[in-house]
C-alpha cells in the first residue's frame, strides 16, 4: 500500500520557526493535507495543498510540496506553546481514501 | 463543515466486555469512516459505513469483531467486541467536508 513518513520528534523554542517534514509515495495523490491532534483531543484539520500547486499560505502556517520528490513540509512561523501538538501529514488518493503519516510531535519551550 | 458529536469520550471496560461508539454528524452525509488511533500510533482506517448497505472493512478488520451500523445519514455506531486488552485505543470517526475531512473528538478505551 501507500506510504507516508513523518519524523517522529521536533523540539522549538518559543518565537523560532517550526518546520515539519513529511513524505509520501503515491504518485496519484490530489490533496495533501496537515491535522493537528492535541492532547486528548480529535484531529483539527489545519490546511491542505492540491497536488498540483507548490505553495500555500494560511497566516503562520507555509505549506510547501515538491511533487517531483513527494516532499511536503509545514512551517509554522512565530511558533507558540499552544502550537504543542502532534502533527499529522495525509494525502488523499484518487479514491478519496485518505493514507496519514505516524505524525510529528512538536514540543514547544519557553 | 459538519460538527460531529461522539461519545463516550473515554471509557475503561472489562475485558470480554463490548463497547458501543456513537456518533451523530449535525448534516446528512453519505460516507462515514472510523479509525482506530492505537497508542503512540498513526490512524488506521477500520471500516467505510454508508447508509443503507453493509460497512466496507478494511484489511485486518471484521464486522464480528467490530460491528458498525449506519440507520440514517447522520448517526453511525461501532461496536468493540469481547475487547482485550490489544484493544486499547483511540477510535475516531470522520465524515468528508468541504475539503478534507472533519473527526470526531475521539473515544479513548482502556481494557483492562
Known amino acids: 500500500g501507500e506510504d507516508v513518513e513523518q519524523s517522529l520528534f521536533l523540539s522549538v523554542r518559543e518565537g523560532d520557526s517550526s518546520v515539519i517534514n513529511c513524505t509520501y509515495t503515491d504518485s496519484s495523490s490530489t490533496y495533501l493535507y496537515w491535522y493537528k491532534q492535541e492532547p486528548g483531543a480529535g484531529l483539527q484539520l489545519l490546511t491542505y495543498i492540491f497536488s498540483n500547486m507548490d505553495m500555500k499560505q494560511d497566516q503562520r502556517l507555509t505549506v510547501l510540496l515538491n511533487k517531483k520528490d513527494k516532499h511536503l513540509s509545514l512551517r509554522i512561523a512565530d511558533t507558540q506553546t499552544g502550537d504543542s501538538a502532534i502533527y499529522f501529514c495525509?494525502?488523499?488518493?484518487?479514491?478519496?481514501?485518505?493514507?496519514f503519516g505516524g505524525g510529528t510531535r512538536l514540543m514547544v519551550k519557553p | 463543515s459538519a460538527v460531529i458529536s461522539q461519545k463516550p469520550s473515554r471509557d475503561i471496560c472489562q475485558r470480554g466486555t463490548s463497547l458501543t461508539i456513537q456518533c451523530q454528524v449535525d448534516?446528512?452525509?453519505?460516507?462515514m469512516f472510523w479509525y482506530r488511533q492505537q497508542p503512540g500510533q498513526s490512524l488506521t482506517l477500520i471500516a467505510t459505513?454508508?447508509?443503507?448497505?453493509?460497512?466496507?472493512?478494511e484489511s485486518g478488520f471484521v464486522i464480528d469483531k467490530f460491528p458498525i451500523s449506519r440507520p440514517n445519514l447522520t448517526f453511525s455506531t461501532l461496536t468493540v467486541s469481547n475487547m482485550s486488552p490489544e484493544d486499547s485505543s483511540i477510535y475516531l470517526c470522520s465524515v468528508p467536508a468541504e475539503r478534507g475531512y472533519t473527526f470526531g473528538s475521539g473515544t479513548r478505551l482502556t481494557v483492562v
Open positions: 459505513a454508508n447508509q443503507g448497505s453493509e460497512a466496507t472493512y
Open positions: 448534516s446528512q452525509v453519505t460516507m
Open positions: 495525509a494525502e488523499e488518493d484518487a479514491g478519496n481514501m485518505l493514507t
